[in-house]
């Protein structure tokens, strides 16, 4: 089932056995909540290490944050550090697995998103359970996708659009039918929705893409998340795929957002 909401939790004072709640709960339900946190960036920082090593991107793609000290740590918002307001700002607002130009295996991330600024309209995140679009599919599309696979090249995601070369991951290749590294479950791994299939013509990697896209665009396989101030949200990148949904217009969105590096649980 997608989604999952913890209530009286305190992430700053967490007891082992509800830190290890909260971590099954990722990847089984692709996406938990946590309610009514009160954090500073330390205690953000710190939380996410209790899942695993923080994934430290380069700086072009931490998003206006400017803290030297909290690498781990990207800006999600309209509003620069200094208090302008980004007009029109848009980001993220299409289908995608964030880490999906790691290698397999390395891709395996969840992330961690606070809310602080919630704007009056608009600003929600959706989410879409892989497990539940796989299982859509009619059987003839999951026998003709049994073994494709997508290539993810750092030129295609238009975050990496300002990086250095140096930054440049290699590419890589994902099989599009995906076992889950924790919980075995199988789902769909696209990576983004503008990906080529493999060893396929243009026109029929074009057509299969498009029937994928139906199922990933599906309200039925979605959670849209309504922000509150003070939610924490944590999402398992191979269990689902995420989107902005835009339509803030110009009110202030203020989220942080941490990543790990997660290690399968036994
Ligand atoms: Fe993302």
Known sequence: MLGFTFENLDIKNLTQDQFIAIRKAVPLHGVVVIKNQNLCEEDLIAF??????PVLLPEALRFNNTKREHPELARVSNILPDGTLLKDHT??????????????GQNYIFNVLYSLIVPKVGGDTGFVDLELAYNSLSEDLKK???NLEITVSCDEIPDFKDIKPEDRQP???HRIKHE????KKIGLYLGHLFAKLNDLAPAESDTIMGQLTQAIENPANQYV??????DVLIWDNTAVMHRGMGGYQNFKRLLFRTQAFIEPMK
């Open 48 to 53: 996410t290490h209790k899942f695993g090593t």
């Open 225 to 230: 998340h309504k922000w509150s101030v003070g």
């Open 91 to 104: 980001a993220a607002e299409y289908w995608h697995s964030d880490g999906d130009f790691w290698q397999p």
């Open 180 to 183: 889950h590294i924790e919980t």
């Open 171 to 173: 590419d890589a290749l």
């Open 144 to 146: 003709k996708i049994e």
